[in-house]
Structure formats: C-alpha cells, structure tokens
C-alpha cells in the first residue's frame, strides 16, 4: 500500500530542496508540454467567462501602476544616458535598449528581475556600466561578446 507521508519522508531524506524544486519544475514543462492545447483552451475559455472579473480587479500590472511606472523609469533612463544610442547615434527612443556595457544582461535581469531592471539602475544612480544602444547595435555588441558558432 502505498504511503504518501513516508514517500514525502523519504524524497526529504535523499534529494535537497534545490533537487525537488527542479524535479517538480521539470515535470510541470513535460506535463504543459504534453497538455498544451487543452491548457490554453481551459485559460481562453476562463478568460471569456471572466471578462468583468479581470477589468475590475487590481491583479492586472497595469491597473496596479506597474506598466506607468516602468514608463517613467524608462523616460528616466533615456534622460540619464542621453537618449541616443551610443554606438550610432540614432535618436528613435522606439528602438533604444538600456545595454549591459559588460555583457551580463541576462545575469542581471536574473538577479533582479525582468521587471525590476530599471528600478534597479535608478537606485544604484544610472551607473557607468550601462548605456542606451539601438536595437541592431545591442545585437551587433552581443555577438562580440558570444560569436556564433558558426556564420551564415
């Protein structure tokens, strides 16, 4: 007979925190993965029955403040680092990225959060090892910094 308690038990004693957590990441992929179409049918129709539901609730980013706060960070950060790109000097904010000068973009945004990137810049006091690039730039610098394995 199978026992829960002592399988908890057992998992406990022999994989770390750190294991399970990954353990239980991996099978939520494979099971969303397996399940893909009939989950977003589930979260289509949810979303349609409770259209009220989420015009009124404050668990939205942007009814929270979140998406205009960003915006007044972002025109922050373009003011700090003089909205132009560094490298070429085109002025369409549309296209401007806040650049990693050192290449750990991703390890920041880890660190931080996606979303707290530009607060976290604001408060450190717009800092020398960022800049503003464009787009093609940003991606130009990248490659610099992890050339592709192979060319086109």
């Keep these: 007979m199978f026992r829960r308690d002592k399988a908890e038990e057992l998992i406990k004693k022999y ?3 750190e294991e399970r957590k990954l353990a239980a ?3 939520s992929a494979r099971y969303y993965m397996k399940n893909r179409s009939e989950i977003l049918a589930k979260n289509a129709e949810w979303s349609q ?4 539901y989420l015009k009124t609730k404050k668990h939205s980013r942007y009814l929270n403040g979140a998406v205009p706060t960003r915006i007044k960070q972002r025109e922050q950060i373009l003011n700090a680092y003089g909205r132009k790109c560094s490298e070429c000097g085109v002025t369409d904010v549309r ?3 806040l650049a990693h000068k050192n290449g750990n973009g991703a390890e920041h945004r880890k660190a931080v959060g996606a979303w707290k990137v530009y607060k ?3 408060d450190q006091g717009f800092p020398k090892d960022f800049d503003l690039q464009c787009k093609n730039c940003n991606w130009l610098d ?11």
């Design 15 to 17: 994989f770390s925190e």
């Design 25 to 27: 990441k991996e099978y």
């Design 49 to 52: 029955r409770n259209k009220e």
């Design 95 to 97: 296209v401007l990225d």
């Design 120 to 122: 976290d810049v604001i």
């Design 142 to 152: 990248w490659l610099r910094i992890k050339p592709p394995a192979t060319t086109l």
